[in-house]
């Protein structure tokens, strides 16, 4: 047990936490917006069930350590470029993000404007009568992107198998506590909810270029966000205080 007072494993199993929650936030995000094409007894079940599945994908990856790091290894040469595993999964992984992205985006812009037009269906009515595991399965299709890319990560930053296991454990556990509030949020607010689509773009765009070996940092897409959604807030906040005003002024 001498291992566990050794300072450097700690520094690590934190440092590799962050990390895995940090990669985690465009698995929540995609989760969340899934999930709300549900009806909503169901969508607590959805969300624990996608978070199962990404626990799961990565741990299983994490046990095939050989298999993971073999993907790295060049399949075939196309336009002198080199073909990995890796890249195979990231690509689809990636063009499969940007239609689902783009799909939801024109479901959340265009289809609900014609909807209010002819009187139809609301987009949102016709949505939820999809079918349950029919988003799982996206969920665990995407999980699985997802999951390779957090695993090899991983895999690069600490050489003990128990504290990735424990750092991806605490991860997804902080994950499935905040996948709630977050879907919850995402949901009152369609603003958001079109620049969280948007972001997931931009993830599904750097995961194809990744596959051509174009390293695109995500700290530039995640501050690139960050600024965005601060910006939508103080939006918010002022929309909030326009209507509390005129609430006051029709009450008086």
Do not use: C
């Not at 969508?43 to 199962?52: E, K, M, N, T, V």
């Not at 051509?212 to 897409?221: E, T």
């Amino acid at each position: 047990m001498d291992f566990l007072l050794d300072p450097n494993l700690w520094i690590a199993f934190a440092m590799l936490t962050a990390l895995e929650i940090v990669l985690g936030i465009d698995n929540i995000i995609f989760i969340s917006i899934l999930v709300a094409r549900l009806p909503a007894e169901q969508r607590d079940l959805a969300r624990r069930l996608g978070l199962g599945f990404a626990m799961l994908s990565r741990l299983a990856l994490l046990f095939s350590l050989t298999w993971v790091m073999g993907l790295t290894e060049n399949l075939f040469t196309v336009l002198q470029q080199d073909i990995s595993g890796r890249d195979l999964v990231l690509l689809f992984g990636g063009l499969f993000l940007l239609y689902k992205a783009s799909h939801e985006i024109f479901i959340e812009v265009e289809a609900k404007e014609l909807d209010n037009v002819d009187g139809s269906v609301t987009a949102n009515e016709a949505a939820k009568k999809g079918v349950f595991w029919g988003v799982i399965g996206q969920i665990a299709v995407l999980d699985i992107v997802f999951s390779l890319d957090s695993v090899i990560t991983a895999v690069g930053m600490v050489e003990e198998i128990g504290v990735m296991i424990a750092a991806i454990i605490v991860a997804v556990g902080v994950m499935l506590f905040a996948a709630k509030p977050i879907g919850e949020f995402v949901e009152r607010h369609p603003s958001v909810k079109v620049l969280a689509l948007a972001f997931l773009v931009m993830v599904g765009m750097a995961l194809t270029a990744e596959a051509f070996d174009v390293h695109m940092p995500k700290g530039y897409i995640y501050a690139a966000m960050a600024f965005s959604l601060a910006v939508e807030a103080l939006n918010i906040r002022q929309r909030a205080k326009r209507r509390a005003l005129e609430a006051g002024r029709s009450a008086a």
